[in-house]
C-alpha cells in the first residue's frame, strides 16, 4: 500500500516543530550550564555560528555551541578535524564526543530551516563544488541526524555519504525517520565516527 506523502510531510512538519519547541525548554538547564563551562573553560563565544546551505541552495546561519578556540577556522591546518587537533577545548572535547555540541540546531528546526533528519547540511565552498547527482541533496531540508551518521559518521567516506543522502530523499517516510532516530541513540553511546579517519 503507497503511503500518502503529503500527509507525512506535514507530521514530518509538525513533529519537527513540537520536538524542538519543547526540546528547547526541556534543555534549557543544561544549555546554561554548558554555556557557563564554555566560558569558563576558553575566550570567545558560547556558540558557534557558520553559514551552511539548505533547502533549495538557501543559506542559513547554523548554531552549536563552540567547541574550539576563538577563530579557529582561520588557523591554517594540514588535516581534517581530529580528536587531538589542538584547536578543541577541553570542554569541546567531550561536547563532540557526545554530540552535545550540536543541540542548538534545536533553534534551527524551529524556525524551519532544518528538521531533525534530513541530509547533513555543509558549507558554501562544500556546495560550490556538488555535481548534477550531489545537488539532489538540497531538494529538501537539512537535518540534525542522518542516514550517513547511522552508517558511520564521518568514517563514511565523500562520495558514499550522497549516495546515502539520496537514497535517504527516494525512500523517505516518517517510519524511516523513526528508525533513524532510534538508532542514532546508539550511534551516539557509541561515539564512533565523530571523526574520520586520522
Given at each position: 500500500m503507497k503511503e500518502n506523502k503529503p500527509i507525512q510531510k506535514s507530521i514530518k512538519k509538525n513533529i519537527d516543530f513540537l520536538v524542538s519547541f519543547?526540546?528547547?525548554i526541556l534543555l534549557s538547564p543544561f544549555f546554561v550550564f554548558t554555556a557557563v563551562l564554555i566560558k569558563l573553560d576558553s575566550k570567545g563565544?558560547?556558540?558557534f555560528k557558520q553559514k551552511r546551505v539548505g533547502r533549495d541552495g538557501k543559506v542559513f546561519i547554523i548554531w552549536k555551541f563552540?567547541?574550539?578556540i576563538e577563530n579557529a577556522e582561520k588557523i591554517e591546518t594540514k588535516h581534517e578535524i581530529s580528536k587531538d587537533d589542538f584547536r578543541?577545548?577541553?570542554i569541546g572535547k567531550f561536547l563532540r564526543s557526545w554530540t552535545l555540541d550540536e543541540f542548538p540546531q534545536l533553534i534551527n528546526v524551529l524556525i524551519g530551516e532544518m528538521s531533525l533528519v534530513g541530509p547533513r547540511?555543509?558549507?558554501e565552498y562544500h556546495v560550490e563544488k556538488y555535481n548534477d547527482f550531489q545537488k539532489k541533496v538540497l531538494t529538501i531540508k537539512p537535518g540534525m541526524v542522518s542516514l550517513v551518521d547511522i552508517k558511520g559518521?564521518?568514517?563514511v567516506p565523500w562520495e558514499k555519504r550522497f549516495e546515502y543522502d539520496v537514497w535517504y530523499i527516494k525512500n523517505w517516510s516518517l517510519r524511516l525517520d523513526f528508525k533513524i532516530l532510534f538508532l542514532?541513540?546508539?550511534v551516539i553511546l557509541s561515539r564512533k565516527g565523530v571523526y574520520g579517519k586520522d
Open positions: 519543547f526540546g528547547l563565544p558560547v556558540f563552540r567547541t574550539m578543541i577545548t577541553k547540511p555543509l558549507p559518521r564521518a568514517l542514532i541513540i546508539g
